[in-house]
């Protein structure tokens, strides 16, 4: 062999995600794992029934259409219609992925040239590096920073050059808790419509807004033949090893990203689409309460760690507080986070390896609430022991 390095150059760096190696830790310590966002309950228990009727039926076991089953499609479009008075054709304009992850990596892979320029808000989830490098583009971040990590749409006008081809739009976001007001999202596309740009919409906490409200961009005035809105189950549902997403856009966009989403998995999770077509049907009460729930949970954890010594950034929507540990440590996140399991049974994640820029996200670490009270409550009190007595 020769030695020329097996991952090729445009992967080089992106390494294990942050989650892989924080899940391991929490594992190996037997800690109490607020890292990775996954709940530590199932979502309804109608939903996981439907799963089950649908693999005793025999719906899904074999590979489903390739752009979703019809029941799902529909179901999609329908809550497309009751949320947010969107229309889409169930038969073009709505595609089902492996996750709100396929639907970005077939965006990205679908829309850009290699050398176009992507713009994201920074800290980024972990999978736009990636899908956008996969993609032989360039990411160009707009850098949110603390305490409320508002977008600076100055510095986004600045980034658009004639190479930016998407903006890759992440809201309610994660990991900073940030949703965009109305006036941010129609300055957003007013420049999308006057750079003549694509916008990919990552909505996978849509239902989780608890400050605000939730606001498509793809409902604004010029967005909607210029938009792929994806989204998926697993955060509303609390199901997210179903891995059922989804992308709703006018017929050519949805045409190029399908094309794309074939060659990756073609098709999955049979029988789960026909479940989460179900639970998409749930009454709004269901949406009320999981906000509800997650509302409280993020209250109490925000008391514990800012009880605990930590600046708390309390977010306005997802399931994740962004925390500043400078009152606590001089060390920087990362280094933090590697050694708190072995101190105190507590597993968090960097915000910084999520950063290009250098410095913005040194000392920010994020906790997710979406796991029960009493397990909130005693990471709660194992943090404050370790750091506030
Ligand atoms: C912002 C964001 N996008 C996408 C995903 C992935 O969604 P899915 O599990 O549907 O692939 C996540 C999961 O954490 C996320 O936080």
Same mark, same amino acid.
């Given at each position: 062999?020769?030695?020329?390095?097996?991952?090729?150059?445009?992967?080089?760096?992106?390494?294990?995600?942050?989650?892989?190696?924080?899940?391991?830790?929490?594992?190996?310590?037997?800690?109490?794992?607020?890292?990775?966002?996954? &709940?530590?309950?199932?979502?309804?228990?109608?939903?996981?029934?439907?799963?089950?009727?649908?693999?005793?039926?025999?719906?899904?076991?074999?590979?489903? &259409?390739?752009?979703?089953?019809?029941?799902?499609?529909? #179901?999609? %479009?329908?809550?497309?219609?009751?949320? !947010?008075?969107?229309?889409?054709?169930?038969?073009?304009?709505?595609?089902?992925?492996?996750?709100?992850?396929?639907?970005?990596?077939?965006?990205?892979? #679908?829309?850009?040239?290699?050398?176009?320029?992507?713009?994201?808000?920074?800290?980024?989830?972990?999978? @736009?590096?990636?899908?956008?490098?996969? #993609?032989?583009?360039?990411?160009?971040?707009?850098?949110?920073? %603390?305490?409320?990590?508002?977008?600076?749409? $100055?510095?986004?006008?600045?980034?658009?050059?004639?190479?930016?081809?998407?903006?890759?739009?992440?809201?309610?976001?994660?990991?900073?808790?940030?949703?965009?007001?109305?006036?941010?999202?129609?300055?957003?596309?007013?420049?999308?419509?006057?750079?003549?740009?694509?916008?990919?919409?990552?909505?996978? @906490?849509?239902?989780?807004?608890?400050?605000?409200?939730?606001?498509?961009?793809?409902?604004?005035?010029?967005?909607?033949?210029?938009?792929?809105?994806?989204?998926?189950?697993?955060?509303?549902?609390?199901?997210?090893?179903?891995?059922?997403?989804?992308?709703?856009?006018?017929?050519?966009?949805?045409?190029?990203?399908?094309?794309?989403?074939?060659?990756?998995? @073609?098709?999955?999770?049979?029988?789960?689409?026909?479940?989460?077509?179900?639970?998409?049907?749930?009454?709004?009460? !269901? @949406?009320?309460?999981?906000?509800?729930?997650?509302?409280?949970?993020? $209250?109490?954890? %925000?008391?514990?760690?800012?009880?605990?010594?930590?600046?708390?950034?309390?977010?306005?929507?997802? !399931?994740?507080?962004?925390?500043?540990?400078?009152?606590?440590?001089?060390?920087?996140?990362?280094?933090?986070?590697?050694?708190?399991?072995?101190?105190?049974?507590?597993?968090?994640?960097?915000?910084?390896?999520?950063?290009?820029?250098?410095?913005?996200?040194?000392?920010?670490?994020?906790?997710?609430?979406?796991?029960?009270?009493?397990?909130?409550?005693?990471?709660?009190?194992?943090?404050?022991? #370790?750091?506030?007595?």
């Amino acid at each position: 062999m020769d030695d020329r390095p097996l991952l090729n150059r445009r992967l080089q760096g992106l390494g294990t995600t942050i989650f892989a190696e924080m899940s391991a830790l929490a594992a190996a310590t037997g800690s109490i794992n607020l890292g990775q966002g996954f &709940p530590d309950t199932d979502g309804p228990e109608a939903v996981r029934e439907a799963a089950v009727r649908a693999l005793r039926d025999g719906r899904g076991n074999q590979y489903p &259409p390739g752009p979703g089953v019809p029941e799902l499609r529909t #179901a999609i %479009a329908d809550h497309q219609k009751r949320f !947010y008075g969107l229309a889409f054709d169930p038969d073009t304009e709505v595609l089902v992925t492996a996750g709100a992850t396929e639907a970005i990596a077939a965006a990205m892979l #679908a829309l850009l040239e290699p050398g176009d320029e992507v713009i994201a808000f920074e800290p980024f989830y972990d999978s @736009y590096a990636a899908c956008i490098a996969m #993609a032989g583009a360039t990411r160009v971040p707009l850098t949110l920073r %603390a305490p409320d990590f508002r977008p600076d749409l $100055d510095a986004l006008r600045a980034l658009i050059t004639r190479r930016t081809r998407v903006l890759l739009l992440n809201s309610p976001h994660n990991p900073t808790g940030m949703v965009l007001t109305r006036e941010e999202a129609r300055a957003i596309a007013a420049l999308a419509v006057e750079h003549d740009l694509l916008v990919v919409t990552d909505e996978v @906490y849509e239902h989780l807004v608890f400050d605000g409200e939730h606001i498509p961009l793809i409902s604004l005035p010029g967005m909607r033949d210029r938009t792929v809105s994806i989204s998926s189950a697993g955060k509303t549902f609390s199901f997210t090893g179903w891995k059922v997403g989804w992308v709703t856009a006018s017929a050519p966009l949805v045409a190029a990203v399908r094309t794309a989403k074939q060659f990756l998995t @073609y098709v999955s999770s049979g029988p789960f689409q026909y479940a989460v077509a179900e639970a998409l049907t749930l009454p709004d009460t !269901y @949406y009320t309460a999981f906000r509800d729930d997650l509302l409280t949970k993020r $209250d109490l954890l %925000a008391t514990g760690l800012h009880d605990a010594g930590f600046t708390v950034h309390t977010p306005q929507g997802t !399931y994740f507080i962004t925390t500043d540990i400078a009152p606590l440590t001089d060390s920087d996140a990362l280094t933090f986070c590697r050694t708190l399991p072995n101190r105190c049974g507590v597993v968090a994640v960097p915000n910084s390896v999520f950063y290009d820029h250098p410095t913005a996200g040194r000392t920010q670490v994020r906790f997710t609430f979406c796991k029960q009270q009493r397990i909130l409550t005693e990471a709660a009190d194992r943090l404050r022991k #370790a750091f506030n007595g």
